[in-house]
């Protein structure tokens, strides 16, 4: 931090995306980064990873840098999906399938230029935390099924009500495969 006269560890966060986003640009790259990059003034265009909530994504956007959202609590598909599951990590939060399905990744506080730098969203596993493929599954089946529905449906065409009776049908599919899920939703509804 001397060498480059750097007060503290903020400053020194920023010097090393900046010097990581000149080597991912001068390979014809963009440089994503997660939205801590907010707290310490963000590298000229960086694309902001907001995964603590949406405000990182927002305030992304309305500083004119793209984004993409991946919020904790509505992403985050090693975080339990039920009270007292043993299976997922971080049990003092819940993603269930609704909260999942919720999610809006564009909000409309947006302008439309603002709504075109949401580059769209990313279900996040953390896998170091299983040990198997069935874990795995657990985890993302079947909220990967919501996010799906939510990143490629219009917003006006969302129902909840409706996925959750087309779901049954890739609980089916997902038997088909073999696939380990969580059948939470299919006990509670949520």
Known sequence: MK???????????????????DIVKARG????????????????GAIVMSWRDAKGGIEAVKLGHKAIMTPMLHS????????KEDSL????????????YD?????DSLT?????????????????YFSNVSALEY??????????????SQKSRRNWHF??????DQYKRYDLWGANYSDHFLKTGK
């Open 89 to 100: 990590c971080h049990r003092q939060w819940l993603v269930p399938l609704k909260a999942v």
């Open 139 to 152: 985890g993302i089946f079947p909220r990967l099924s919501a996010m799906a529905e939510v990143y490629w």
């Open 103 to 107: 999610f809006e990744p564009v909000p």
């Open 29 to 44: 790259r963009e440089f994503i980064g997660w939205d801590e990059m907010l707290d310490d003034g963000l590298v000229e």
């Open 76 to 83: 985050y598909f090693n975080i339990a999906q039920k009270e």
């Open 112 to 128: 439309v230029s603002q709504a075109a730098l949401v580059l769209g969203g990313q279900g996040c596993m953390w896998t170091e």
């Open 163 to 168: 996925f959750a009776q087309k779901i049954l």
């Open 3 to 21: 060498r480059y006269g750097l007060k503290d560890e903020n400053e020194l966060q920023k010097h090393f995306a900046k010097r990581i986003s």
